[in-house]
């Protein structure tokens, strides 16, 4: 491959890397107030509540309930973001702590209101390098402080060996 003399760069033409699917079912736990708490609010606003943000460091599991494996953690932030509606931005990385993906990360964002919707994938790390896709969602179970939302994902990666 030429380089310019004196670059600080080098250009490499891309062989095709085989990509994997990833579709599966975990289910992400909000624990909005008590003592088990995995939420803080960082700024907070009243009147309206809009601007309002919070850092996250929620569990995940791999089911719904007793016996579900703790998977990892989704840590990062929401903020409300809309003025009109309950409606909030989130960014975080979902964090494998524990099984076949432990190490591994992936980079999410998006929105969620009341019930459902999906987040954008928007990369990854570790088994997840260069993924890519979506996670829909849906509230399963909400009251007592605690908000349970299953996540189903499809995601493309592409695993990179070291």
Known sequence: MAQDKGAYFEIVPVKLLPQQELRMTLYVHQVTQGPQRNQQVVVDRSNPSFGLIAANDWTVFDGFGSGANLVGNAQGMHML??????????????????????????????????????????????????????????????????????????????????
């Open 81 to 162: 973001g809309s003025m009109t509606q309950t409606s909030w931005c989130i960014f975080f990385d979902l964090v494998f702590k524990n099984g076949r993906f432990a190490g591994s990360t992936l980079k999410l964002l998006g929105s969620f209101g009341p019930d459902a919707g999906e987040w954008a994938v928007v990369g990854g790390t570790g088994e997840f390098t260069l993924a890519q896709g979506v996670i829909a969602f849906k509230k399963v179970q909400d009251g007592n402080g605690m908000n349970i939302r299953e996540l189903k994902f499809h995601v493309f990666y592409t695993p990179i060996d070291a």
